[in-house]
């Protein structure tokens, strides 16, 4: 057993060959400048990030490992910071110098080799949203790019492969502003300033008028992780710590351990778990157990996992977006140890083949090339988006075609603009009858029907009206809800269903209902599991306030993926069609059974959206030359047309509704 500072290669010398990929972790860095510890915790915080991603079970909390890693870079950046202040020798440029250096190498080939691979794998709506996040990307913005296009609409997370460089441009945000901080406040305040800071960003996240995906995406929400970190280098609180770190340590294990296993992607920041996860992580550094600097042949693997953390995290998600592209759906075990063996592999030679080498590059002569290195990226990211459609087409210059309908599909952030423009241009005969109300509840399913039958009904005849909440808060009267709103959405798969957001519309459901003095009210709704089981008392609350016709629609069907993954490999539109639904999404069979039944004992109609779609279990995807879904739920102009017509023309409909 060796300390990780001493002796390294005498030890190295003596390990089996099965180990001896990680032989040279000490050979490959500075002995005396890393701490096997902070090489331990990255290990961990790099492990839980990627075995989230990659779908394995267990790790409900992984993606804390990011919070982890803020922690470890506020106490490493502060600390060498406020030592070079100290003895009068830090300069701003020797510093952004040495973090590009260190950071953009990597994510130059990361970038260049990801928008070789999507121009290969993508169909071109994808590669358009692509091209942009490598613009933001480059220049360390992608979080503020992808918040803002955090919404209910936007392409779905495992087509963006650049998601995961969101932390990245936090952390380069960080190195950007803290310096300057530290600069301006004297060495003896530093300490204050931190805590000031820290708890400022703290409370902020805890404002509700801040959505979660601000909170989650954004640095000013973040600064209270780094501070965390920043807060060690506090020599008093430090030696304190380092005191009672016989009982840190574990205290410290714990927060950690019980924060990546137990902690959900749907909670928000800050939460317990992010909280727990930064604390644990800064208890481990500030303990510094001499046990946690040993390194032996146990620990070598994972030192060298640590030491590497960075280029597996820049592989592992780009790895993940391929995969899924091919394998839609779960990962499956034999996938996981793929990807798993895929990133090791590839980050590996990123750290042989160019971290290394550029660490070499000397900070006084090489100056112009690192600066012309960010430039460059810059410059690849604005080439790429206005070349990728010509390079596109000249990679796939002969392509079948199912796979050329699937090119034109619109992205889900235009189909409102079309289909709004379409419908307006509708020429309708004169009627001279009463006028009949229809008001849609729901959720973005509910535009898509109020869409369809304003494509097929005329506006003479019926006036349609939408009532969506935030297009996200389930359709339900308050007083038929017999849990917790926290309850109700706690694993709503939208950042934006909150108890906070959606109280308001609860409570004032059967008001807005009525206020619209509705003929017909029609459900169409994402249902979930666990919100359906309030619908039937909901129906009856409006049963007792209005006399209105009531529709409940089925659930439309969900393929695995995105129609340009799903179904590109089919050679014929009849082909595709036949077997789109064996390519439905398993998780609601069952839904449309439920909603049945709570019709049946209401007395409403009921509407199953699987005969509109796939009558007799034959789907209607595309239809013509017009590809008629915009993502794996949504339909698109040409789909809200179409799929409008039948849903009008069906039987339970016609019963209530004429045309």
Not at 129 to 150: E, K, M, Q, R, T
Not at 249 to 273: A, K, R
Request: with cysteine.
């Amino acid at each position: 057993m060796t300390n990780c500072s001493n002796n390294q290669d005498e030890l190295f010398r003596k390990r089996p060959a099965a180990v001896q990929l990680f032989s040279d972790y000490r050979q490959d860095s500075h002995p005396k400048s890393r701490r096997c510890d902070i090489d331990l915790l990255r290990f961990v915080a790099v492990t839980a990030v990627v075995l989230f991603h990659f779908e394995a079970p267990g790790f409900s909390g992984g993606f804390l490992g990011v919070d982890m890693f803020f922690v470890i870079s506020g106490y490493l950046i502060t600390s060498h910071i406020r030592s070079e202040i100290r003895n009068e020798r830090f300069k701003l440029s020797s510093f952004f110098l040495k973090r590009i250096r260190r950071l953009y190498p990597a994510l130059l080939f990361t970038l260049f080799a990801t928008a070789v691979v999507v121009l290969f794998v993508f169909p071109p709506n994808l590669i358009s949203d692509f091209a942009l996040s490598l613009i933001f990307s480059s220049v360390y913005l992608s979080n503020i790019h992808f918040w803002s296009g955090a919404d209910y609409f936007d392409f779905e997370s495992i087509y963006k492969p650049l998601l995961h460089t969101w932390s990245l441009s936090v952390e380069e945000q960080f190195y950007l502003i803290w310096p300057l901080f530290l600069m301006l406040i004297s060495l003896r305040l530093h300490a204050r300033a931190i805590v000031l800071v820290g708890l400022l960003s703290l409370g902020l996240g805890l404002v509700p008028a801040f959505s979660s995906s601000t909170t989650f995406f954004q640095f000013p929400f973040r600064i209270y992780e780094f501070s965390i970190g920043a807060l060690l280098t506090s020599a008093a609180l430090s030696s304190r710590l380092v005191h009672y770190r016989a009982f840190v340590l574990p205290v410290s294990f714990l927060l950690v351990g019980v924060s990546l296993f137990f902690s959900s992607e749907l909670d928000p920041n800050p939460s317990w778990g992010t909280l727990a996860v930064c604390l644990g992580t800064a208890g481990i550094i500030s303990a510094s157990h001499p046990l946690l600097q040993k390194d032996t042949i146990i620990t070598a693997p994972m030192l060298r996992i640590g030491l590497i953390s960075y280029s597996i995290y820049l592989a592992h998600w780009p790895l993940v977006v391929v995969y899924k592209t091919y394998f839609p759906g779960d990962i499956s075990a034999i996938g996981i140890l793929a990807l798993i063996l895929a990133t090791v592999i590839i980050a590996e030679f990123m750290y042989r083949c160019i971290e290394q080498p550029a660490s070499r590059i000397s900070l006084e002569t090489g100056s112009k090339a690192l600066v012309g290195m960010v430039a460059g990226l810059f410059i690849f990211g604005l080439a790429f988006q206005f070349t990728h459609q010509r390079i596109y087409s000249t990679i796939h210059h002969n392509r079948g075609l199912v796979a050329e309908i699937l090119d034109k599909i619109p992205a889900r952030r235009d189909v409102v603009q079309i289909a709004e423009s379409e419908i307006s241009q509708i020429s309708w005969p004169d009627y001279n009858g009463e006028k009949k109300n229809i008001l849609i509840l729901g959720d973005s399913h509910a535009y898509d029907v109020f869409a369809a039958l304003r494509y097929s009904l005329s506006p003479k005849k019926y006036n349609l009206t939408l009532l969506s909440g935030n297009s996200a808060c389930d359709p339900l009267s308050s007083g038929s809800i017999n849990i917790s709103l926290d309850a109700l959405y706690e694993n709503h798969t939208n950042p934006e269903a909150t108890a906070q957001k959606c109280l308001d519309f609860h409570q004032s459901f059967l008001d807005h209902v009525t206020a619209q003095n509705p003929d017909f009210i029609v459900f169409s709704e994402a249902w979930r599991k666990v919100s359906l089981e309030f619908l039937q008392a909901t129906i009856e609350e409006l049963q007792s306030v209005t006399n209105a016709e009531i529709v409940v629609l089925g659930r439309v069907p969900q393929w695995v993926g995105t129609p340009e993954t799903v179904f590109r490999d089919f050679n014929s539109v009849e082909q595709l069609n036949d077997s789109a639904w064996s390519l439905r999404h398993p998780y609601f069979d069952g839904i449309d059974e439920r909603l049945q039944e709570i019709a049946q004992e209401t007395g409403v109609t009921f509407v199953l959206k699987r005969e509109v779609v796939c009558p007799n279990f034959k789907c209607a995807v595309i239809v013509g030359n017009d590809l008629l879904y915009s993502d794996s739920q949504h339909f698109s102009p040409a789909g809200m047309k179409y799929y409008g017509e039948r849903l009008r023309d069906h039987p339970s409909m016609r019963s209530i509704i004429e045309p």
